[in-house]
């Protein structure tokens, strides 16, 4: 019993000695847990705050630029500057370029959809941003830079899209088989409008030349069937409807006879030696 009694003593007296031992490096492990994980519950609660803020400065934007308020890149780096939240900012950009281009102003919205094609967040809104930055390039004559962009920003789930503007592009530069081409591509893809796109392969259509009338085959019946009626003419000695045998023979009869006008213009040369 006695043996029991110390063993059972020596043991408590080592945990007492161990947690002496240790006990300040646990209690220090169990706070900096504890700080660790209220530290990463402020930083997500502050990041969501900030998301919250910048939805709402988000949409004032929007309902600025919709009361008027002029679309420029200007607008969109002020919002990235207070709100540094880059999904929006490349949202403010999208909308301001659409109400760019609407007014016409093509110089201005091609800032706003470059900055949202390299720098957009997220990457999927790059490929939107820059397909809409190839049109703007088209519609400013820079064609070979739109083609450019439409080949850098063809990614998977946008191909229809961008073959129906590669196709615009080789319009304007005077390919219209290639146009059809990328045309047909754009249908083949499921690209969105297909109505428009039926429509610029019949306008293509309409835009192909006629055949010559030589290679009618109606024309060529015609002519197959008229040719024997001549031959036939010619060979029975019948001329032109118009002059027929009725009508030649007072040129016959009239050519038996000695030219009267002629001999009343000649003049008379006995006379003149009588005299």
């Known amino acids: 019993m006695r043996n029991e009694y110390y063993d059972e003593h020596e043991q408590a007296e080592a945990v007492k000695q161990w947690i002496k031992d240790n006990g300040l490096s646990i209690f220090a492990g169990i706070a900096l847990g504890m700080g660790a994980l209220f530290g990463w519950r402020s930083w997500q609660s502050s990041l969501e705050a900030g998301r919250?803020?910048?939805?709402?400065?988000?949409?004032?934007?929007?309902?600025?630029?919709?009361?008027?308020?002029?679309?420029?890149?200007?607008?969109?780096?002020?919002?990235?500057?207070?709100?540094?939240?880059?999904?929006?900012?490349?949202?403010?950009?999208?909308?301001?370029?659409?109400?760019?281009?609407?007014?016409?102003?093509?110089?201005?919205?091609?800032?706003?959809?470059?900055?949202?094609?390299?720098?957009?967040?997220?990457?999927?809104?790059?490929?939107?941003?820059?397909l809409r930055l190839a049109r703007v390039q088209l519609q400013t004559g820079q064609l070979d830079l739109a083609a450019a962009t439409v080949d850098q920003h063809d990614g998977p789930g946008f191909e229809g899209i961008a073959a129906e503007i590669r196709g615009d592009i080789l319009l304007a530069q005077g390919d219209a088989q290639g146009a059809r081409e990328a045309y047909q591509a754009a249908l083949d893809n499921g690209a969105g409008d297909r109505g428009l796109l039926d429509m610029k392969l019949n306008d293509l259509a309409m835009l192909e030349p006629e055949p010559a009338a030589a290679m009618d085959p109606m024309a060529e019946g015609e002519s197959s069937v008229e040719a024997p009626e001549e031959t036939s003419q010619d060979e029975g000695g019948q001329g032109d409807?118009?002059?027929?045998?009725?009508?030649?023979?007072?040129?016959?009869?009239?050519?038996?006879?000695?030219?009267?006008?002629?001999g009343e213009e000649e003049p008379d040369t006995d006379g003149e030696g009588g005299s």
């Not at 004032?60 to 607008?75: C, I, K, M, P, Y």
């Not at 909308?95 to 957009?120: F, H, I, M, P, W």
């Open 52 to 130: 919250v803020e910048a939805a709402q400065g988000y949409e004032q934007l929007v309902s600025r630029l919709d009361q008027g308020e002029e679309a420029t890149f200007d607008v969109v780096d002020g919002f990235l500057a207070e709100y540094d939240n880059a999904a929006f900012a490349t949202l403010a950009a999208l909308k301001a370029a659409q109400l760019a281009v609407e007014a016409r102003n093509l110089d201005e919205a091609s800032r706003l959809l470059t900055y949202a094609a390299e720098q957009g967040e997220p990457p999927q809104v790059r490929q939107v941003a820059g």
């Open 241 to 262: 409807p118009d002059t027929d045998s009725g009508d030649l023979a007072p040129a016959a009869e009239d050519a038996d006879q000695p030219p009267q006008e002629s």
